[in-house]
């Protein structure tokens, strides 16, 4: 038995509720993309990464001076808020063999855990920027691998304290990070057991060109 047809203004009714409908999804659509397009943490920042602070100077990017209150205050910043490994196997599996040391040798409030080793620091490529000087960490071999499959490649992988990933290509010092990361620091350390560091947090930045022989 056929049902009876809809009255003609509950009909019209559901046609306007509809349009309606649709009309906010694409609002809302339109909107989130402006939103994302002025939204900063959605950009990259240009970065410099150094191992040393030699290598800072050597590139002339940055003055000498910044150079040097970059490493130190990176320096300051690694041994409050570098990552604690509940064991030294927890951290080499991140960091690699011999990227790790006792906390106790970093600072006394590291007593009793495991630190990676300060392996570069990340400061922006100018003033401007007022992006915060980060200390980095090295990434274990394996833990490079499936960011090489990606095209990321191995050579200069880092990860900040937080998790986020820095990746650059060549022996050059210059890489494109999220400013998520560029501006993600933390001065509460992550007390980190087995099972993973960044985790799905974990932000890859993909390679820059490098400029003369600094952080390589």
């Known amino acids: 038995m056929r049902e009876p047809a809809?009255?003609?203004d509950t009909a019209r009714r559901m046609k306007r509720s509809a349009t309606l409908s649709l009309v906010l999804v694409a609002g809302a659509g339109a909107g989130a993309f402006a939103l994302a397009r002025l939204d900063a943490s959605q950009r990259d920042e240009d970065v410099l990464v150094y191992r040393t602070l030699d290598a800072c100077i050597a590139d002339r990017v940055r003055s000498a001076q910044a150079c040097t209150d970059a490493e130190a205050a990176a320096r300051a910043a690694y041994a409050a808020s570098a990552p604690r490994y509940e064991t030294l196997a927890d951290c080499e599996r991140h960091h690699g063999r011999g990227g790790c040391v006792p906390g106790a040798m970093v600072t006394p409030a590291a007593q009793g855990r495991t630190l990676p080793v300060m392996a570069a620091f990340m400061m922006g490529r100018t003033d401007e920027q007022d992006l915060p000087v980060q200390p980095l960490y090295a990434h274990a071999p394996e833990e490079e691998q499936p960011h090489a499959a990606h095209g990321g490649g191995t050579a200069g992988g880092f990860c900040t304290g937080s998790g986020g990933r820095v990746v650059y290509a060549g022996g050059g010092s210059r890489a494109h990070v999220p400013a998520t990361v560029a501006?993600?620091?933390?001065?509460?350390?992550?007390i980190i057991a087995r099972g993973g560091f960044g985790g799905t947090g974990r932000a890859v930045a993909a390679a820059g060109s490098g400029h003369g022989s600094g952080g390589g």
Do not use: D
Not at 183 to 190: E, K, M, Q
């Open 6 to 8: 809809s009255p003609p």
């Open 183 to 190: 501006r993600g620091t933390t001065s509460t350390p992550r």
